[in-house]
């Protein structure tokens, strides 16, 4: 799922991580099911407002 939010395509993350696309895309199915999204998109943009407050957190308790 990370590699798809910083722009990677399924067959991309795929091969990066040694794995069938078919067997990303049941992993995929997985995931969308857990964060109650329905397609891809949704899941990046997800995953980018987490990392936007992960981030905001950290600034605020002078972590960065």
């Known amino acids: ?17 040694g794995v069938r696309p078919s067997t990303a895309r049941t992993h995929l199915k997985g ?9 891809q998109a949704d899941l990046v943009v997800l995953l980018s407002r987490l990392q936007w ?6 600034a ?3 972590q960065e």
């Open 1 to 17: 799922a990370a590699r798809l939010g910083a722009g990677r395509s399924l067959n991309e993350a795929a091969a990066d991580l």
């Open 31 to 39: 995931i969308f099911h857990k964060a109650g999204v329905r397609r």
């Open 53 to 58: 407050q992960l981030q905001s957190l950290r």
């Open 60 to 62: 605020r308790n002078g």
